[in-house]
């Protein structure tokens, strides 16, 4: 009836039975990018921001990990992984923007493109509610899947 996994024949929602896939080393890599301003920008020191709620990357880094592992409570047909590892790098691309590259690493039969790009969102969410008492004009433009490795098929795209 669907070419959709997680529609069933009767047309209902269904989460994907992964029970005969192999184990295999699984990553992937989200990026999100986000328009701060020059204002917020202009804050940093060293590429680290200090508000009254302490340090914003750090947090925010904090965050997205968390937000990782919390992905299947969010997303309603993710299946609960035990993550191997995340790690996200913020950089400061301009005046204005940041770049924030969200990897997950996992050995298991499911891969973990939905936790990397939920990592990215949630590291991005942290950095808004951080920064917004100096300007609340800051905007996540982007998020996207980078890579994935380890499953059926890999895919790599473009930065």
Same mark, same amino acid.
């Given at each position: ?56 990357? %750090?947090?925010?880094? $904090? ?6 592992? #919390? +992905? ?7 299946? /609960? ?54 300007? %609340?004009?800051?905007? $996540? ?6 890579? #994935? +490795? ?7 795209? /473009?930065?």
């Amino acid at each position: 009836m669907s070419d959709f996994t997680h529609i069933n024949k009767k047309g209902n929602p269904k989460m994907v039975n992964v029970s005969d896939k192999k184990i295999t080393k699984r990553t992937a890599i989200a990026k999100a990018t986000m328009f701060l301003g020059k204002e917020v920008i202009a804050h940093f020191t060293n590429d680290e921001l200090f508000t009254k709620k302490g340090p914003v990357f %750090q947090t925010a880094i $904090i965050a997205g990990i968390q937000g990782v592992k #919390k +992905t299947s409570e969010l997303i309603p047909m993710c299946h /609960p992984l035990l993550i191997n590892g995340v790690n996200i790098d913020i950089n400061i691309i301009d005046s204005e923007s940041v770049e924030v590259l969200c990897e997950v690493t996992i050995t298991g039969k499911t891969g973990v493109e939905m936790e990397a790009l939920t990592g990215a969102n949630i590291t991005c969410l942290t950095i808004y509610d951080m920064c917004k008492s100096i300007s %609340q004009k800051m905007v $996540i433009k982007e998020v996207k899947l980078l890579e #994935k +490795t380890g499953g059926k098929s890999d895919i790599k795209s /473009p930065s």
